[in-house]
């Protein structure tokens, strides 16, 4: 079988269980033949080898169960960089570099050389806390995530990424930082309403529901971390927070209540509110 043929067959066959068979189908034949997609078009009549064959053919097996992509292939891409994902922990998402971007944007650039303590509360496969260190190798960055499932991805990504600013901890947000103060504390939480239509749809199905779902408004772990996060702020600290498009009002709302100042709201391209931050309450 050529490249060519077996990504017709690839699209053919996932058409059953995805919206995007074709590109579904060049991704796993990408990881099959171990190249990039220029080469799926720059030799289209290439024989696969048996070997590259058979792994295929298990890839489509298990794309037809609905498992997502990232998980079949290990890996996702983030802030331009591979982090090693699989079940028990959540997908990188693109619109999580908007809180990437706006973190980065707290240290003006003639200030990256400062010393910066950074936490990541919920770090799953460590993106945010890893994209932050490639970023300011002088900020010093601790995250936590509850599940050691996540945190063994973290520790993956970390050793891959070869960082040394980074600190990996087990704790369910603060229960294990008594007595800590970080100048920054970022978190992608879970936000997702428990009864929302989209977590039994799709790739998320496959997803650990911890990462995703937070109650009835999805704003339970939100609360929570607005309600401690300030015992843990430095004086002059930031909390930025990603949450879902319909929720940058009861966010600033929880924010103002607790007394926290200077709420930003940020949008992302499609001009959803996906990421608030503020000051420590005085
Ligand atoms: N954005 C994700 C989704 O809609 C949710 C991620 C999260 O809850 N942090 O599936």
Same mark, same amino acid.
């Given at each position: 079988?050529?490249?060519?043929?077996?990504?017709?067959?690839?699209?053919?066959?996932?058409?059953?269980?995805?919206?995007?068979?074709?590109?579904?189908?060049?991704?796993?034949?990408?990881?099959?033949?171990?190249?990039?997609?220029?080469?799926?078009?720059?030799?289209?009549?290439?024989?696969?080898?048996?070997?590259?064959?058979?792994?295929?053919?298990?890839?489509?097996?298990?794309?037809?169960?609905?498992?997502?992509?990232?998980?079949?292939?290990?890996?996702?891409?983030?802030?331009?960089?591979?982090?090693?994902?699989?079940?028990?922990?959540?997908?990188?998402?693109?619109?999580?570099?908007?809180?990437?971007?706006?973190?980065?944007?707290?240290?003006?650039?003639?200030?990256?050389?400062?010393?910066?303590?950074?936490?990541?509360?919920?770090?799953?496969?460590?993106?945010?806390?890893?994209?932050?260190?490639?970023?300011?190798?002088?900020?010093?960055?601790?995250?936590?995530?509850?599940?050691?499932? /996540?945190?063994?991805? /973290?520790?993956?990504?970390?050793?891959?990424?070869?960082?040394?600013?980074?600190?990996?901890?087990?704790?369910?947000?603060?229960?294990?930082?008594?007595?800590?103060?970080?100048?920054?504390?970022?978190?992608?939480?879970?936000?997702? /309403?428990?009864?929302?239509?989209?977590?039994?749809?799709?790739?998320?199905?496959?997803?650990?529901?911890? /990462?995703?779902?937070?109650?009835?408004?999805?704003?339970?772990?939100?609360?929570?971390?607005?309600?401690?996060?300030?015992?843990?702020?430095?004086?002059?600290?930031?909390?930025?927070?990603?949450?879902?498009?319909?929720?940058?009002?009861?966010?600033?709302?929880?924010?103002?209540?607790?007394?926290?100042?200077?709420?930003?709201?940020?949008?992302?391209?499609?001009?959803?509110?996906?990421?608030?931050?503020?000051?420590?309450?005085?």
């Amino acid at each position: 079988m050529t490249i060519e043929e077996a990504l017709r067959l690839g699209a053919e066959t996932l058409q059953a269980c995805s919206d995007t068979p074709r590109l579904d189908s060049e991704c796993l034949l990408m990881q099959s033949l171990a190249v990039q997609r220029s080469h799926l078009y720059a030799w289209p009549q290439q024989a696969l080898s048996e070997l590259q064959q058979s792994q295929f053919n298990h890839f489509l097996a298990k794309r037809l169960t609905g498992q997502p992509i990232a998980y079949i292939r290990g890996w996702q891409e983030f802030w331009s960089e591979r982090f090693v994902v699989g079940p028990g922990v959540l997908i990188p998402r693109p619109e999580t570099e908007l809180l990437v971007e706006q973190a980065l944007a707290l240290s003006s650039k003639h200030l990256t050389d400062s010393e910066l303590t950074v936490l990541d509360l919920g770090t799953g496969s460590g993106c945010i806390a890893l994209a932050l260190a490639k970023e300011r190798p002088n900020w010093r960055i601790t995250a936590v995530d509850q599940s050691t499932v /996540a945190l063994d991805y /973290a520790q993956k990504n970390l050793d891959q990424l070869a960082v040394s600013n980074v600190e990996l901890l087990q704790s369910r947000w603060f229960a294990n930082l008594s007595g800590r103060r970080f100048d920054i504390i970022v978190s992608n939480p879970p936000y997702v /309403a428990a009864d929302d239509a989209h977590l039994i749809q799709g790739d998320v199905r496959f997803e650990p529901p911890s /990462a995703l779902a937070s109650g009835q408004d999805g704003l339970d772990d939100i609360g929570l971390i607005i309600e401690h996060a300030a015992r843990f702020l430095t004086p002059a600290g930031t909390l930025l927070l990603e949450h879902g498009f319909d929720q940058a009002a009861p966010v600033a709302a929880l924010l103002a209540d607790q007394q926290y100042g200077g709420i930003q709201q940020i949008r992302d391209l499609q001009q959803h509110i996906r990421v608030t931050l503020a000051h420590r309450p005085d």
